[in-house]
């Protein structure tokens, strides 16, 4: 399948420190990517280079078979930005919000209009058209951002946060309105902090940390490597008396692969059939009482806490 984004390489410094390191990565025509990582892995970096709002140190970057280094205005015709902040005129009405963006792009009378109402109605708002987005919920105000990134008929869409601090319902909305975009053929990389998003939607998934790609693949290629472990999280009395070393006898016990403080936590990862009473009596016997206990196990939060130590809002 062709390939309307190839990253190779990438790389990005800020006052010599590196913001993006050497990435490599490939969005397919009608897929859908999600890119994942802490808080400054860098994917605002990223997504900015690719925008053509940035300028990269190095690397080579294809987009729709369009060289980012030379061919910048054509690479702008060809995809459309969801930013996390809204960009978007609250005192013009909704339709006028999306007809004048994609106006910017070259487009006119009937066209303009057919492609207008088209990306109102893949987000719902129709029937709110002649209504200025000043009186719109949060969840609304997003869904209209996404109808002005897509008027013009993009081949590529890439979304930075698209659904940040609003309702469920209109979050629904909005995946399902990138599920029927995948299926008009658009191609979506999609940057998030809400694991269970990318889980819903992603044909793929890139994983990315300190500016590197630490895992790339399906979701069940992620979780394979990590479905005969758990993860299990400890709250003790006495927790740091003596740090992580006081910690060693529990490397002895048969099962458990990893042991870390995390959160004020005592953080064990273990295959799903040790022993947890002799977890428990190890413990007792080195004088930690445990005062509360959870665990994580096949989930794509799992895999994203060991590759990267944080959680996805951290």
């Known amino acids: 399948m062709e390939e309307l984004i190839k990253v190779t390489g990438l790389t990005k410094s800020y006052e010599n420190s590196p913001a993006v390191s050497d990435l490599s990565f490939s969005v397919k025509k009608g897929e859908i990517v999600g890119l994942l990582g802490p808080n400054g892995a860098g994917k605002s970096t ?8 940035l300028k990269p ?5 294809s987009i729709c078979g369009y060289n980012l280094q030379n061919e910048k205005n054509k690479i702008k015709q060809s995809i459309g930005i969801v930013p996390q902040d809204l960009a978007i005129y609250e005192e013009i009405s909704a339709e006028k919000n999306v007809s004048f963006f994609a106006s910017l792009y070259g487009l006119r009378g009937q066209k303009l209009k057919e492609r207008t109402a088209f990306a109102l109605d893949l987000v719902g708002l129709t029937d709110k058209r002649k209504n200025k987005p000043k009186t719109f919920s949060g969840g609304m105000k997003r869904r209209l951002n996404i109808a002005c990134a897509i008027a013009h008929d993009p081949q590529i869409i890439i979304m930075d946060e698209p659904t940040v601090g609003i309702d469920p319902q209109s979050r629904n909305h909005i995946l399902e309105s990138i599920l029927k975009l995948k299926e008009h053929g658009v191609s979506i990389l999609y940057s998030t902090h809400y694991m269970e998003e990318v889980e819903h939607i992603a044909d793929r998934i890139l994983v990315i940390d300190k500016g ?4 790339g693949g399906t979701l069940k290629e992620l979780l394979q490597s990590y479905e005969n472990r758990v993860i299990y999280f400890l709250e003790l009395d006495g927790l740091h008396k003596n740090g992580l070393n006081e910690f060693d006898f529990l490397n002895n016990i048969n099962g458990i692969q990893k042991v870390q403080i995390y959160k004020e936590m005592l953080k064990v990862t273990a295959q799903k059939n040790i022993s947890l009473s002799e977890l428990f009596s190890a413990l007792s016997t080195h004088g930690y009482t445990i005062k509360n206990m959870s665990s994580e196990t096949g989930s794509l939060e799992t895999v994203f806490l060991e590759l990267t130590g944080r959680n996805l809002r951290d």
């Not at 990223?46 to 709002?53: D, R, W």
């Open 46 to 53: 990223t997504i900015n280079i690719l925008a053509t709002v």
């Open 57 to 61: 140190d190095s690397g080579n970057i």
């Open 212 to 215: 590197k790609q630490i895992a």
